[in-house]
């Protein structure tokens, strides 16, 4: 194939001259320090330092740049001051630039990152090398936040209370920070240091320096943070916020009798009590979520279910000791609290689960073990015909870790349990309780350069013998399959199963690689309250990777990578593999570009879901390739674009696309983004169904060829009057359509030709096509009115359509997307944040 054998090559020119620069300059081990002062009387946040206290202060410099060039000397010079009182900690950064009216500063709404100059500062106030928040501000303001947790993984969901002020002058430009220790967590002690950091960003170069020197060659962020000390008498006083908050919307409502639009009123509070200034109880009371953006829309026609990112504040805040880098990941999956009921079968019935209350305690017991319990409960809903649709269920994880070496070590241990309370319509068809027990841990050694980790644990379900033996049958499991590990029983109440993993990877470097293991058994069942999908796996990951330390003549910054991944059954049947070369980096113009390809199922691997409960189904390669090339995000606008195609099925299937979109900035106060995706795909074994007598060697499992176009539109508009007041507009149509062909069932599914797997079937009949299309969008008015306290304006509308034309033609489709009814709410949120 010419487009996946030239990204190959590309890919391999690419690396040569990366090679040949990717020389660091030795790490330096003396850690930086720097010290704190406590004040009797406050500065005056204004982004001025002619305040005495700042005169006073000891100063902190010696910034080093880290990107493009790892240690290397700034292009300015930048200073930084700390001092404290009872209540909070105060600092000071100066920005020096020869050039102040070139000092980029853009407006967005909070949290929203735009490419402008930027201050950081980052604290770990455990001091454990492995958690902090970093608070972010740019020259107009506009304030960022986020936690990290397992030193290098940022948590952007945060929204911590904290003030900045800032200020373009003749010198260039200043931030001044006041953080209350209400914000920070530390262990109760006459005397603290917190680990401590300082980044700046200057737009108009592309330029980061740092304090300390961060070195990207590793692949560690809070332990490379500097030390800070000199706070006592802090904290030990009571950490209560609350937020209540109110919602009135207007909703369309399908009836018996049309359409109706209710207008609904509700109540709720966000509840945040500290125990101690470690430990940190959060509660939530009828929450409501309307101010989120509604899931991209999809069609799915595989095996597996979707995984969506969640979006609710409640779940993303804090959630990070809940993560463990890989297996805690899976089995926490907070889109189960509030699912779209399972037994929902009406456009009338609910579209979500309604939660009625959640909790979760989160901090520091001591001794470097911190704890994590969550538990939420939610509202068993009824459909329109009156039957149960899902039942009431509460949800509780529990989550400990110990900390060794200063964080270099870690040993954790996570419980969840789900429990539904069933009757006589869900027990049939739901299991009634899960629950997975999982013990992780990892140890770097070398001066932080390895790093050994592993995991191990054991998931059990119960439930009818009618829920256990749908549970056997879904795609996950498949115990039906013929020649499968495991043998269908219907008489089975419980399933239980486990999985063990092990991995070593070298974290520092310009090269660097990993190797990790797992095993996961046939009975394993973690979907309750985890994504889980791989099971009855065996699975073998390699990767080298290479990344540039310095700039080159060609490039800014460089990144590539060579990856394989070969998965078995447990009974040892190949049924994945595959050979993966990356590049991507920066160039010289501030344009980025990256080159993919990668090719699958090598070697003859089999397909264990194909036919849903089928025999495996041999595969034939299949190779696909894509390119990227972005422009220059200093300027106004900013196209990119990405082309990609695939091939497989000894030819008779493959793939073209290409998304195309721009960011454009039409002024400080106004943004837009524009993207547009067009997929043509012929897939010749889309599975289609299998017909006859269940269990028996009369079953018929049957594919088609598939022939189906995609198109895609997501628009974006923003206005921000101030950091505290914007409006955002989203808009998606999407519209997908497909016809069949050929109409097969599978004869030899081992077979070595491709042709050969399968005979003919239907008499000359073609399974009916499909054309679905959904339109997403929504309006919101955000106003932050005074630090916490926010007011919402919300308009959505969301329209869907479907028939079995599956001939694509774009604008009789996007006609009929629009002459779908409008699903419309308006909503109005608002929100007062109490710190008592």
């Not at 990070?320 to 890989?326: H, Q, V």
């Not at 419980?494 to 990877?505: L, P, T, W």
């Amino acid at each position: 194939m010419p487009l996946f054998r030239s990204c190959v090559v590309a890919v391999t020119l690419a690396v040569l001259p990366a090679v040949a620069s990717a020389r660091g300059t030795p790490p330096r081990e003396a850690p930086t320090s720097a010290r704190a002062i406590r004040v009797d009387r406050a500065p005056l946040l204004d982004g001025q330092d002619d305040d005495a206290v700042w005169l006073t202060a000891p100063l902190i410099e010696g910034f080093r740049q880290f990107a493009p060039a790892e240690d290397a000397p700034t292009a300015f010079r930048t200073t930084t001051r700390v001092v404290y009182d009872a209540k909070n900690v105060y600092v000071f950064v100066r920005a020096f630039d020869p050039r102040p009216d070139s000092i980029v500063s853009l407006l967005s709404r909070r949290d929203v990152r735009t490419n402008s100059d930027q201050i950081k500062i980052l604290f770990d106030s455990y001091h454990d090398r492995r958690t902090g928040v970093e608070l972010m501000v740019n020259p107009a303001g506009v304030q960022r936040d986020a936690m990290i947790h397992s030193d290098v993984v940022e948590d952007m969901s945060w929204d911590g209370v904290w003030d900045v002020e800032t200020r373009i002058d003749s010198l260039g430009w200043t931030a001044e920070f006041r953080v209350p220790f209400s914000q920070l967590r530390f262990n109760k002690a006459d005397e603290h240091t917190f680990g401590f950091g300082v980044w700046r960003d200057i737009a108009r170069i592309s330029q980061r320096d740092s304090w300390p020197v961060y070195r990207g060659s590793r692949a560690t962020l809070v332990s490379q943070l500097g030390s800070l000390s000199g706070f006592r008498g802090i904290g030990g006083g009571p950490r209560v916020e609350f937020l209540p908050y109110t919602v009135t919307r207007n909703v369309t409502r399908q009836t018996a009798s049309g359409w109706k639009h209710p207008q609904l009123i509700t109540a709720g509070a966000d509840m945040k009590l500290g125990l101690g200034s470690a430990l940190t109880v959060s509660a939530t009371v009828n929450p409501d979520f309307g101010q989120v953006e509604a899931d991209p829309a999809l069609l799915n026609l595989s095996a597996f279910e979707v995984r969506f990112d969640e979006r609710r504040p409640f779940f993303l805040e804090g959630n990070n000791l809940f993560r463990c880098n890989g297996p805690c990941e899976g089995l926490f999956y907070t889109r189960r609290i509030g699912r779209s009921p399972q037994l929902r079968t009406s456009a009338a019935d609910p579209a979500f689960t309604t939660i009625l209350g959640a909790a979760k305690v989160t901090g520091r017991i001591g001794r470097g073990v911190s704890l994590g319990i969550s538990e939420a409960l939610t509202r068993r809903e009824v459909g329109a015909s009156g039957r149960t649709i899902e039942p009431q269920t509460n949800y509780f994880v529990l989550r400990l870790v110990k900390e060794l070496r200063e964080g270099r070590s870690q040993f954790g241990v996570m419980l969840t349990d789900t429990r539904r309370n069933l009757d006589s319509v869900t027990a049939p068809l739901l299991r009634s309780d899960a629950s997975v027990f999982l013990a992780q841990g990892f140890h770097r050694f070398d001066r932080d350069r390895y790093e050994v980790s592993g995991y191990t644990g054991r998931i059990g379900v119960n439930g009818s013998r009618q829920a256990i033996a749908l549970t056997q049958r879904s795609s996950v499991h498949l115990w039906q399959r013929p020649g499968g590990e495991r043998t269908y029983d219907s008489t089975l109440t419980s399933m239980q199963g486990g999985v063990v993993a092990v991995g070593m990877q070298k974290l520092a470097g310009s090269v660097r690689w990993s190797s990790n293991w797992r095993y996961a058994s046939t009975g394993m069942e973690a979907n309750d309250l985890g994504f889980v999908i791989g099971i009855n796996d065996m699975s073998i990951r390699n990767q080298v990777s290479l990344q540039s330390l310095r700039p080159s003549k060609f490039y800014r910054r460089f990144f590539g990578f060579v990856s394989n991944e070969t998965h078995w059954t447990t009974g040892g049947t190949q049924n994945g593999a595959s050979v993966t070369m990356h590049a991507s980096g920066e160039l010289r113009n501030f344009w980025s570009t990256a080159l993919t390809a990668t090719t699958y199922d090598i070697g003859g691997a089999r397909c264990i879901a194909c036919a849903r409960g089928g025999p495996a189904l041999r595969q034939s390669a299949e190779r696909l390739a894509s390119i990227y090339l972005g422009g220059d995000a200093r300027k106004t606008i900013v196209p990119n674009i990405t082309l990609s195609a695939g091939q497989g099925d000894a030819g008779q299937s493959g793939s073209r696309a290409i998304a195309l979109g721009s960011e454009l900035r039409l002024a400080s106060r106004y943004s837009m983004s524009l993207y547009g995706s067009l997929e043509k795909r012929t897939d010749d074994q889309q599975w289609i169904g299998n017909y006859g007598a269940f269990l028996s060697d009369t079953t018929h499992y049957t594919f088609a060829r598939l022939e189906q176009t995609t198109i895609g539109i997501t628009a974006r508009a923003n206005w921000t009057a101030t950091p505290h007041l914007s409006l955002q507009l989203y808009a998606q149509p999407f519209v997908t359509s497909g016809d069949f062909a050929d109409w097969r069932q599978l004869a030899a599914p081992s077979a070595k030709e491709y042709a050969a797997r399968y005979a003919a079937y239907g008499a000359g009949a073609t399974p009916v096509g499909f054309n679905f299309r959904q339109f997403n969008s929504n309006a919101v008015l955000r106003w932050e009115y005074r630090p916490g306290s926010t007011l919402f304006f919300v308009w959505q509308q969301g329209r869907a359509s479907n028939d079995t034309n599956g001939q694509f033609r774009v604008a009789r489709d996007y006609r009929d997307l629009f002459r779908a009814h409008p699903d419309n709410t308006l909503l109005i949120k608002a929100s007062y944040w109490f710190n008592l």
